[in-house]
């Protein structure tokens, strides 16, 4: 079957049209879509990389909302009391040392009753006294000395029954300071660590002082006693 001359015509425009097509850039190619739809490439990795950015511009602000929120969990933990505390413990402690110190027999420990004890029944004015007054002042003495060694055994007593209760103090404090979860909590229990220290030394100056005390006034009659012999003997070889 022979094709008329405009047959030919149109079949040549369209092998033509195809060629052209073929030959086109891959580029401008691509931007022709279905439906008439334009689709860029270059546009299309500029959004790409731009929603990238953005992607990572929101995780920088979660990070940064997740140290905020960590730092203010810290901050509360460095916040936080200690949930333990030994201070009335220590308080009574100190308070019963205390109390036994008070209740010194004979001489208390007062600078204004040792001078007046010391003036009416140990210094060497008292040798002009008479025999009887003598005698009275060495039972008064030996009754000096005799409760000062009983005040210091019983404050003796006192810190060596305190010894327990600052066991389990320290047991406690030094738990609750390894568990601490922040600085107020650590510091806390160092702070009542180096008051129980304070209150053992406080223990260990009152039983020091009770000893030294009931030492002291031992000493002191021993030589108003040696004292009174030699006035005894004196006056007995001027009879």
Aim: aromatic share 4%; net charge positive; hydrophobic share 45%.
């Amino acid at each position: 079957m022979k094709l008329s001359a405009r047959h030919r015509l149109l079949a040549g425009a369209l092998t033509l049209c195809t060629l052209g097509i073929a030959v086109l850039p891959a580029p401008a190619f691509a931007q022709f879509g279905l439906g008439g739809i334009v689709y860029d490439p270059t546009n299309y990795a500029q959004n790409v990389l731009t929603a990238a950015r953005t992607l990572e511009q929101i995780n920088n602000q979660i990070r940064q909302i997740q140290n905020q929120a960590q730092s203010l969990i810290n901050e509360g933990k460095n916040l936080a009391s200690l949930p333990v505390s030994t201070l009335s413990t220590l308080q009574s402690q100190v308070n019963q040392t205390r109390q036994l110190l008070s209740q010194a027999q004979r001489i208390a420990y007062s600078v204004q009753d040792i001078q007046q004890a010391f003036t009416q029944r140990y210094n060497g004015a008292n040798l002009t006294a008479s025999q009887g007054q003598m005698v009275a002042n060495a039972n008064a003495r030996w009754q000096d000395s005799v409760g000062a060694y009983q005040d210091a055994l019983q404050v003796q007593a006192g810190v060596v029954g305190n010894i327990d209760g600052a066991r389990g103090s320290i047991d406690t404090l030094v738990s609750a300071s390894q568990s601490a979860s922040g600085a107020l909590q650590a510091t806390q229990a160092g702070n009542q660590l180096l008051a129980l220290q304070s209150q053992q030394l406080a223990d260990l100056t009152a039983a020091v002082a009770a000893q030294g005390r009931a030492q002291a006034l031992d000493a002191a009659r021993n030589a108003a006693e040696e004292a009174e012999a030699r006035e005894r003997l004196r006056r007995f070889f001027r009879q």
